[in-house]
């Protein structure tokens, strides 16, 4: 394809390509058509009957096709259960169900009827509960515990004792009555020797033990 020139000159059109016609080889093609139309003559016609005039009689059944080394399931409705197997099957689960469901409801009736029949258990009889005397086994803090209210022999003791103790008790009464300032003066002594094991204010074991200990075995 020639370029324009160097020149600039635009006036001139641009130059198509050029179409190159080649003849097409047409005898190899003729020759075929030749050899097809003469290898016809060996061949021999063969009438092919008329599919509608075949006896339906002579066709066969084809076995039934192995899926897994195991014959296929034959069609329903030849070997199968067919739709009238199938509503006898849908009947006899249907009777089957409700004769089983009337004779459970019956079994239940009986049941029920047994349990009625059957006399009431007689029930243990409300007996009153004896409840726990304030004694001094049940006392939290030990036997022969004393507090706020109670009066004789062991609450003197108590007071003459805490008499001997200084500053717990001063000037206190010996009437043998557990008042709010016996007391007060219990759990005075409590507070001041570390007594812990005791209600304040209740003369229990450990106050009878460490009020002992520093007062004697009897009384002066």
Known sequence: MPTPSASGSHDRPPLEP????????????????????????????????????WDEGETQELPPVRVDGRNSAPPEGRFGFGPGLRRAAITIGVAAAAVIGFGSALLLVARNDDAAAQPPHPTAS??????????????????????????????????????????????????????????????????????????TGVYGNDTRQSLESRTGSGTG
Do not use: H
């Open 126 to 199: 409300a007996e009153p509960t004896p409840t726990a005397t304030a004694t001094g086994a049940s006392d939290p803090d030990g036997e022969g515990t004393l507090r706020e209210g109670d009066s004789g022999p062991a609450v003197t003791d108590l007071q003459e004792r805490l008499l001997r103790i200084p500053d717990v008790y001063a000037n206190g009464s010996t009437s043998g009555t557990y008042d709010a300032t016996l007391k007060a003066a219990v759990a005075r002594f409590q507070l001041w020797y570390g007594i812990r094991g005791d209600e």
């Open 18 to 53: 050029i179409v190159v016609l080649r003849p097409r080889r047409t005898d190899a093609l003729a020759e075929l058509f030749k050899e097809m139309e003469q290898g016809t003559g060996d061949l021999e016609s063969v009438a092919v009957p008329d599919s509608r005039s």
